[in-house]
């Protein structure tokens, strides 16, 4: 069974260009998570989506990040403009249990904005 | 608000001994998950084992095993007979009973040193 997948893997932008990231859950896991994890530090959620439905984006900075799961499969989080501090490892997980269930990890999207 | 802290940064043991990586939380909660996730180098976050705070037995599998202690908020995590394969960041982890959000810790760096 195939897991979690990312892409890019790898992004190197300037500053205040947009960048854009995609997910493809595991196949029948309705719960989607974007994490993000700065240097050293554990993963923070962004966004967490049931379905195609966006139920916790209380930690999403708005102003410059936006996130869509179309059809309640593949996810897009995007970035417009991209800023300094945005530098950091964007993880995508998946569970079929949202309550206490494993979470299952992509192996991120590392984001450079120089 | 919960946080779960890991205060060892980084720790190293030879292969095939045995170390003690360490949580605590703080919560109001009476009913929780507790976790332990594995982020190898450059690889995914994989679950390496989950605890559920009404159980007083503690969790095993395999050449993991915790030790929750639920009054002082602690859940450790012991590796035996570690290996190679064991090198990664460590993170501790903390879900209440019908909450979805994850809070994690900050990470423990464990080598193995062959």
């Known amino acids: 069974e195939a897991g979690v997948v990312q892409s890019p893997r790898y992004k190197i932008i300037e500053k205040k260009q947009p960048v854009a990231f995609w997910c493809n859950p595991i196949?029948?896991?309705?719960?989607l998570y974007w994490y993000l994890q700065n240097l050293g530090q554990g993963p923070e959620l962004l966004i967490r989506y049931e379905n195609e439905e966006a139920v916790d984006d209380s930690q999403l900075p708005k102003d410059r990040f936006s996130a869509e799961r179309l059809k309640g499969v593949d996810s897009t989080l995007k970035i417009q403009p991209a800023e300094l501090g945005d530098s950091a490892v964007y993880l995508c997980?998946?569970?079929?249990?949202?309550?206490?269930?494993?979470?299952?990890f992509g192996e991120g999207s590392r984001l450079t904005v120089l | 608000a919960q946080t779960v802290t890991q205060s060892q940064p980084e720790m190293s043991v030879q292969e095939a001994e045995t170390v003690t990586l360490s949580c605590t939380y703080d919560t109001s909660e009476s009913n929780y998950y507790l976790f332990w996730y594995k982020q190898p180098p450059s690889r995914q976050m994989i679950l390496v084992i989950r605890?559920?705070?009404?159980?007083?037995q503690n969790a095993t599998e395999n050449r993991f095993s915790v030790n929750f202690q639920k009054a002082a908020k602690s859940f450790s995590l012991k590796i035996s007979d570690s290996q190679l394969g064991d090198t990664a960041m460590y993170f501790c982890?903390?879900?209440?009973?019908?909450?979805?959000?994850?809070?994690f810790g900050t990470g423990t760096r464990l080598t193995i040193i062959p």
């Open positions: 982890a903390f879900t209440p009973f019908g909450n979805e959000k994850l809070t």
């Open positions: 997980a998946s569970s079929l249990d949202p309550y206490g269930g494993e979470l299952f």
């Open positions: 196949s029948g896991h309705n719960t």
């Open positions: 605890q559920e705070a009404y159980k007083q």
